[in-house]
């Protein structure tokens, strides 16, 4: 019984953390950045046009996101100083850990579908089941703690999230860098509201399914 709970609340983590990893590389898509740097008026701190805003941030987009080798970033945008030698170097740091990501969500989605498979082959849903509990109460508890900690203090939150990832003060910006103002602090604050509304709408989605294969369990196996 211990083995099966631990065996169910692992694979549910590892579930949980696959789908964080999805929901993160769609918050990466063109646009999704579009909406949010217009949504949060982006062009009036960087001083340039709505639409060379969005040209820039979609740049910077798709230098840390896409997998294809990244186009050089400027170093000045329509005479004003654009990416500084800091400012790529942290940017070419985000592309390894957005790299990593996708890597590591390929692969452990590989492990779940395995893990599937063989529970489907052995004709036992209960397992199944669990896990998608447990990757279910993750994804709902996981969240809530991060958004009450990003409320209560969104500077040391953004701070503490930083620092595991990039070495030193790598990450920190005068407030009139470019790639502050095209992604200043609202841009972030709503896009981790989007990716705590996938993760619920993840778990959501889990809770559904978990008890559908419970009821179909039931219906297969009668007492």
């Keep these: 019984m211990i083995v ?6 692992i694979v549910g983590a590892v579930i949980a953390v696959c789908l964080v990893g999805l929901s993160v590389q769609a918050l990466s898509m063109p646009f999704v950045t579009s909406v949010l740097v217009r949504a949060v008026d ?5 001083g340039l046009t709505e639409e060379s805003t969005l040209t820039v941030a979609e740049a910077v987009r798709a230098y840390v ?3 294809q080798r990244p186009d050089p970033l400027p170093a000045t945008v329509e005479g004003r100083e654009g990416f500084s030698a800091r400012a790529v170097k942290h940017l070419d740091d985000v ?5 990593a990501s996708r890597r590591i969500t390929i692969a452990l989605g590989l492990v779940v579908a ?3 498979f063989v529970r489907y082959l052995q004709r036992k849903p209960a397992p199944v089941v669990s896990a998608c509990r447990a990757a279910g109460g993750i994804l709902v508890l996981t969240p809530v703690l991060l958004a009450a900690a990003a409320l209560i203090d969104f500077d040391t939150f953004f701070a503490y999230f930083h620092k595991p990832l990039f070495y030193g003060d790598t990450w920190l910006f005068p407030a009139d860098e470019l790639l502050v103002q095209l992604f200043p602090e609202p841009f972030w604050m709503a896009s981790g509201g989007l990716l705590v509304g996938l993760a619920l709408s993840a778990a959501a989605a889990l809770f559904l399914l978990a008890g559908l294969l419970g009821r179909f369990s039931s219906k297969s196996h009668p007492q």
């Design 95 to 99: 592309r390894v850990v957005m790299s």
């Design 42 to 46: 982006s062009a009036t701190g960087t």
């Design 65 to 67: 996101a896409d997998p």
């Design 4 to 9: 099966s709970r631990l065996e169910s609340l």
């Design 114 to 116: 395995l893990w599937l």
